[in-house]
């Protein structure tokens, strides 16, 4: 049974920067296209951030320039590096493998002063 956890979530302020991971139970995590999503309150998941097994990432235009997603293949974890936070990023943010459509638990993270 393959599992996602992720960490990292919190409260922050405007401005600010949080470093979300997820580390991925399993085999053959290198060749797995790997992405964040994230869910506010009343509205649908969204996408955020993808990184192919290459390495090559893809944003959403909402988040391009200040979030910055990488991977450690040694390590079975994908990252999502948060900078220049604004109070519309509060959401849920959930790790997911898009090949079999794994989620993680999701963790919090809300920007407010």
């Known amino acids: 049974q393959v599992q996602l956890v992720e960490s990292g979530g919190g409260l922050v302020q405007p401005g600010g920067s949080l470093r979300l991971s997820c580390l991925v139970s399993?085999?053959?995590?290198?060749?797995?296209?790997m992405d964040w999503y994230r869910q506010a309150p009343g509205k649908q998941r969204e996408l955020v951030a993808g990184i192919s097994s290459g390495g090559g990432t893809n944003y959403a235009d909402s988040v391009k320039g200040r979030f910055t997603v990488s991977r450690d293949n040694a390590k079975n974890m994908v990252y999502l590096q948060m900078n220049s936070l604004k109070p519309e990023d509060t959401a849920v943010y959930y790790c997911?493998?898009?090949?079999?459509?794994?989620w993680g638990q999701g963790t919090q993270v809300t920007v407010s002063s």
């Open positions: 997911h493998r898009l090949y079999d459509n794994y």
């Open positions: 399993g085999s053959m995590f290198s060749v797995y296209y």
